[in-house]
């Protein structure tokens, strides 16, 4: 059974920087690509990022590229996602993915299995 664990959420001023991780268990983590989404207080779920299973390509939603890193590490089964120069409009419950394939983008029906989230709240 594969799960997802999340950590690393917390309350942070803006312009602060926040690193979340993401502990993968169960299934095979460097054959399929991971990503990152985020669903904020009465608004869908969004695509942040996403990186390939060699973690060779990642690929950002405009509102967070310069900002956000994804990055992994297969020897650890983790994901990580550091996030910098952070705005009000970056608080929302952050979810790691995983995905059906070894690369994968913003659709969330690419992504089989969810972690339960950890909160990030950014104070103006």
């Known amino acids: 059974q594969v799960q997802l664990v999340e950590s690393g959420g917390g309350l942070v001023q803006t312009g602060g920087s926040l690193r979340l991780s993401c502990a993968a268990s169960?299934?095979?983590?460097?054959?399929?690509?991971m990503g990152w989404f985020r669903q904020a207080t009465g608004k869908e779920r969004e695509f942040v990022a996403a990186?390939?299973?060699?973690?060779?390509?990642?690929y950002y939603a405009h509102s967070v590229e310069g900002r956000f890193t994804i990055s992994r590490d297969n020897a650890k089964n983790k994901v990580y996602l550091q996030m910098n120069s952070l705005k009000p409009e970056d608080t929302a419950v952050y979810y790691c993915?995983?995905?059906?394939?070894?690369?994968?983008?913003?659709?969330?029906?690419?992504?089989?299995?969810w972690g339960r989230g950890t909160q990030v709240t950014v104070s103006s």
């Open positions: 990186i390939s299973r060699n973690g060779g390509s990642a």
């Open positions: 993915a995983r995905a059906r394939y070894g690369s994968s983008g913003s659709n969330m029906k690419e992504y089989d299995y």
């Open positions: 169960g299934g095979t983590f460097s054959i399929v690509a």
